[in-house]
């Protein structure tokens, strides 16, 4: 498809376990973004990659927090030993460039339940 | 620091009625707005943008928005609500104080479009 698309829509875990979030920017897009999301609240920042420079990781909210993005594209993000405050839906956003003009563009979203 | 400020929580108007939703923003040096509108369980769209030029800025969907420098806002505004329009609408900003490539969110207003 031509927009960002996120994997899983929806995953369940238990206190504990680790998880992946999957993201692929659209094609092209230089700059991708993860963002997190609480109960219809605003958005959190999470961490930024633009083409092979360094990420800015200054989100993570805590070590237990990683990502990587292979090849300039796809992007994981890891949450390891998740607990329950890390419930939330989490956002990506890939941009053209990250130019500070740029609109970003959104998936829709992974939603985390931590049980 | 720079910050994005939305004053209301939620917005109620008839539909065929003009809305406004408000936005104030707090930067050092030139603002880069942005708004962006949610649906349930959607990712964020961008709806429109300022970063110079004409104060009454375009965008999709009828959405227009009005920058204003002395009064530092950039309130989002539509002529005649659709039920369509009712869903979260975020104003953002560009924090230029890291380099533009973080995007500040404001907290959301939901807007309520009755028939």
């Known amino acids: 498809g031509a927009g960002v698309s996120q994997s899983p829509s929806n995953k369940v875990t238990e206190k504990g376990k680790d998880v992946e979030l999957r993201c692929d920017p659209i094609?092209?897009?230089?700059?991708l973004y993860w963002y997190r999301q609480s109960l219809g609240q605003g958005l959190e920042f999470l961490i930024y990659?633009?083409?092979?420079?360094?990420?800015?990781k200054s989100g993570l909210p805590s070590d237990r927090f990683s990502a990587e993005r292979t090849g300039g594209s796809v992007s994981t993000l890891t949450i390891q030993r998740t607990q329950q405050e890390d419930s939330a839906v989490y956002l990506c956003a890939s941009s053209r460039t990250g130019e500070v003009h740029q609109p970003q563009h959104f998936g829709d979203g992974t939603r985390l339940s931590i049980l | 620091a720079q910050s994005v400020a939305q004053p209301e929580d939620q917005v109620n108007v008839a539909e065929g009625n003009p809305l406004t939703v408000k936005c104030t923003y707090s930067v050092s040096g030139n603002p880069y707005l942005f708004w962006y509108v949610q649906y349930p369980n959607r990712g964020l769209q961008f709806l429109l943008k300022?970063?110079?030029?004409?104060?009454l800025v375009k965008g999709s969907y009828g959405f227009e928005a009005e920058f204003n420098k002395s009064q530092t806002s950039f309130h989002l505004k539509k002529p005649s609500a659709l039920v369509s329009d009712s869903a979260l609408y975020f104003c953002?900003?560009?924090?230029?104080?890291?380099?533009?490539?973080?995007?500040?969110f404001g907290a959301g207003t939901r807007l309520f479009v009755k028939a």
């Open positions: 300022y970063i110079t030029g004409d104060n």
């Open positions: 094609s092209g897009h230089t700059a």
């Open positions: 990659f633009q083409g092979n420079s360094a990420p800015d």
């Open positions: 953002a900003v560009r924090d230029m104080n890291t380099g533009g490539f973080k995007t500040i």
